[in-house]
């Protein structure tokens, strides 16, 4: 008897791993909403490419790679994140299948994740400095300083992130 009462349990236990795929489906649709955005900033651009000084034009063109390289986020995550969670995607040899698809572990989309945050924060304090005006006020500067702060603790998070999982591989298992 309690032979079976455990093996439900387990059983049952595995099988809860299916209440993420909706999760994965969420940010599939997350995907699609950047697109709009993606669309709208892309049209936006064409129509005023004329009119618009470079500067800002830049700035828009560094809002459509911003947008992209969180859609790429997404997309890694729905990949990897379904994969070591849930299960195993079946798309046979396939010729567009990902080369890092079926090879990403918990620690590795940890840091492409980590390493996303810091391009994409990096894009912003670009943004940011393309910004800045001639004669930058008190405020400009501690915004500036703050966004520097937060960028730096992106990078050092990474860092960190990656030497911890270094040591960690070098550990014998338990």
Do not use: C
Not at 58 to 80: C, E, N, P, R, W
Not at 83 to 96: L, N, Q, R, T
Not at 138 to 165: C, Q, R
């Amino acid at each position: 008897m309690s032979n079976k009462v455990e093996q439900f349990l387990e059983k049952f236990i595995f099988n809860s791993r299916w209440l993420l795929a909706p999760f994965f489906l969420g940010l599939v649709i997350s995907i699609a909403l950047l697109f709009v955005k993606f669309a709208q900033e892309l049209t936006h651009l064409t129509l005023h490419v004329v009119t618009t000084p470079e500067s800002e034009i830049i700035i828009g063109i560094l809002a459509l790679i911003d947008i992209t390289l969180v859609g790429s986020l997404l997309l890694m995550i729905i990949f990897s994140g379904y994969e070591i969670f849930v299960s195993k995607i079946d798309v046979g040899d396939h010729s567009d299948r990902p080369d890092w698809m079926g090879k990403v572990d918990f620690s590795g989309l940890k840091l492409k994740v980590i390493g996303a945050i810091v391009a994409i924060s990096a894009i912003h304090l670009l943004r940011t400095f393309m910004e800045i005006p001639e004669e930058p006020t008190e405020a400009n500067t501690e915004m500036l300083l703050w966004k520097v702060t937060i960028h730096m603790a992106f990078v050092l998070s990474g860092v960190f992130f990656a030497l911890m999982d270094r040591i960690a591989s070098g550990t014998t298992a338990h």
